[in-house]
């Protein structure tokens, strides 16, 4: 193929300024999908992207237009998701930025052009919903003007809903991102951007070549996993699956070559054939952090071993996801796994369910601590119950965030209220122009994964719009909060909390449980402690017998006597009695939303 007439791009944009509809709308006017087999968001292909109205997982295309080959990679708009975007600008040589003709610029606006930037990407930009009453493309032109450098007379305006203005934007694409480069003659270098697991086929992986071809039926090098395996197929999605005979420089596909062990197909490999290899892989990616902390317990325990093998296969598809095996006294056997942010964590426990039918407890989410202890050790600790304990431990260090809210001017006070609340620590304000308000704070990740976007959004109506990175780890007064039931730690319900929070959530835990454990045949005490000091206590009343039932009268001494033999007894069972607690307890404690 000519490689003057391929253009490589994504769709980047805040969530929900149209990115999905938009591809619809190039996939219907390529004539991609016929009219009769579409539906709207058409390559958000996961049910779980079709109920919750977002994209999930960067998807791929080859489209036809005006006698050049786009290849388009529609990507996902939620900060959780940020890694996909940043895997997908890897295959491209431009984006299509997208901005809402009524709401303007938005915090992942810009994020995802920063992306962009940094990848050296053409930016072709373009006013979305300018058929909304709403719309007011004008002062959002020029507020893309003053806040990204992009001339106003170079954005487009487009309505993806009506197709309005779209075949403008794709003559736009074909003037203004650059044909890729690549040598034909060269060693074959291929990037795998993504992979999905077939249970029938291995590993689905999407391939950018950059240099030399790949053809069908050779032997290839996977550079980084030192393995080979044979070219079984590949092809393009139009969104249908094609098969191509070869696939040349610059060209986007997918590559199927048999693979079952999923670590030899991972995002970022290096793929040459193994006759006459490249000298050296392609760069990759660096490996995203994981944010965010939680076990992973399956219901039933016999479903240990199918959980390990269902994480590898997600792994697969998600790279951002980490896990290494753990236990708990009270859950059993697991995997502590880590995340990039909470909708991830719900995202990729829900996908687990679903696609490979399992129950699962997740447990509190927490973030990863460095502690030195007195020794001058440095440790890292995800679980609170590996905290050393306090005589050995001379500083906790914490995550804190570099968080950016852009918002209209008039909630500024209830957002500063919020940020203060949550250990904030305010940096700049920045008028964006004089409606719009962007707030810059260091806050502690802790305080942002619990429920910190909810409160943002229900505080402004849903108008403010965030985005955050990592800034650094700074020390701070910590403790973890241990629940004891009769007396004995409960570890799922352990967690690290600031000193001067640390009452206030003892209390509504304990206050919680008391609710939620069914009644036993003894009083139950529930005592929230640090160290080995109570902070904060509730008893589960026993259940009673009447043993007095068959005293009609008579003297007191008798059922004095009865009375206290029930006490002997009770005090004896609780001296040798195990508190029966239900798994659901553990789910309902640990509900995120609270």
């Known amino acids: 193929m000519d490689l003057a007439k391929i253009r490589n791009f994504s769709i980047i944009a805040h969530i929900d300024h149209g990115k999905s509809t938009l591809s619809d709308r190039i996939l219907e006017l390529t004539g991609a999908v016929d009219a009769r087999e579409m539906r709207a968001q058409y390559l958000d292909s996961m049910d779980l992207e079709r109920e919750r109205g977002i994209t999930i997982k960067a998807q791929n295309v080859r489209v036809d237009w005006r006698d050049h080959t786009f290849h388009l990679i529609d990507t996902p708009g939620h900060v959780d998701f940020g890694y996909e975007v940043s895997r997908s600008l890897a295959a491209c040589e431009g984006v299509v930025l997208v901005v809402d003709a009524a709401q303007g610029i938005e915090a992942q606006t810009l ?14 930009a373009a006013l979305n919903k300018i058929d909304l009453p ?10 893309i003007e003053t806040v990204l450098g992009i001339p106003a007379e170079d954005i487009l305006r487009i309505s993806a809903k009506t197709g309005e203005g779209v075949p403008d934007l ?25 992979s999905q697991f077939d249970q029938y086929r291995g590993a689905v992986s999407s391939v950018r070549i950059m240099n030399g071809h790949l053809t069908a039926g050779s032997r290839l090098l996977f550079m ?39 670590g030899e197909a991972r995002s970022g490999e290096t793929v040459t054939l193994a006759s006459a290899p490249a000298t050296e892989p392609l760069p990759g990616y660096r490996d995203p952090k994981a944010m965010v902390f939680c076990g992973l317990y399956p219901i039933d325990g016999d479903d240990f071993e199918n959980l390990r093998e269902s994480l590898q296969k997600l792994k697969l598809n998600d790279a951002s996801v980490t ?34 039918g399992l129950a699962l407890i997740a447990t509190a989410p927490s973030v990863e601590y460095r502690v030195t202890r007195t020794d001058g050790e440095v440790v890292v600790v995800d679980n609170p119950a590996d905290l050393p304990t306090n005589q050995n431990i001379q500083m906790i260090e914490e995550p804190f965030f570099k968080v950016s809210i852009i918002t209209p001017k ?12 949550r250990r904030g620590e305010m940096v700049k304000i920045e008028y964006l122009s004089p409606e719009r308000v962007e707030l810059h704070y260091y806050i502690p990740l802790a305080e942002v994964v619990v429920d910190f976007f909810d409160q943002m959004k229900s505080r402004t109506q849903g108008y403010a719009s965030l985005d955050y990175e990592l800034e650094g780890y700074r020390p701070s007064e910590l403790v973890r909060v241990d629940l004891l039931l009769n007396g004995l730690p409960a570890d799922a319900f352990s967690t690290i909390v600031h000193r001067d929070k640390a009452y206030d959530y003892g209390r509504r835990m304990c206050e919680k449980l008391r609710e939620l454990i069914p009644r036993q045949m003894f009083d139950v005490p529930i005592q929230a402690a640090i160290g080995g000091k109570v902070i904060a206590r509730e008893t589960v009343k026993a259940k009673r017998k009447d043993v007095l039932a068959k005293c009609y009268g008579g003297d007191i001494t008798r059922k004095r006597k009865l009375l206290e033999k029930q006490k002997e007894g009770k005090k004896k069972m609780k001296a040798i009695g195990r508190v029966e607690v239900p798994g659901d307890v553990f789910i309902s404690a640990l509900k995120l939303d609270d």
């Open 170 to 194: 794709l003559d736009a694409i074909i003037e203004r991102i650059p044909a890729p480069q690549g040598d034909p003659d060269a060693p074959l270098q291929a990037l795998i951007f993504d």
């Open 134 to 143: 709403a719309a007011d493309p004008d002062r959002y032109a020029m507020e």
């Open 410 to 421: 008039d909630y500024t006070g209830t957002l500063m209220d919020l940020c203060q609340t």
């Open 224 to 262: 980084q996993a030192r393995a080979t395996h044979e070219a079984i197929e590949l092809g393009a999605r139009r969104p249908q699956t094609t098969p191509l005979p070869e696939l040349g420089p610059g060209e986007v596909g997918y590559l199927i070559a048999g693979i079952k062990d999923v």
């Open 323 to 356: 896990y290494e095996p753990e236990s708990s006294g009270a859950l059993g056997f697991g995997f502590r796994c880590g995340f990039l942010g909470l909708l991830h964590m719900e995202i990729v426990k829900e996908r687990l369910e679903r696609e490979f």
């Open 111 to 124: 994020a995802n052009c920063y992306l962009a930037l940094e990848n050296n990407l053409e930016i072709v």
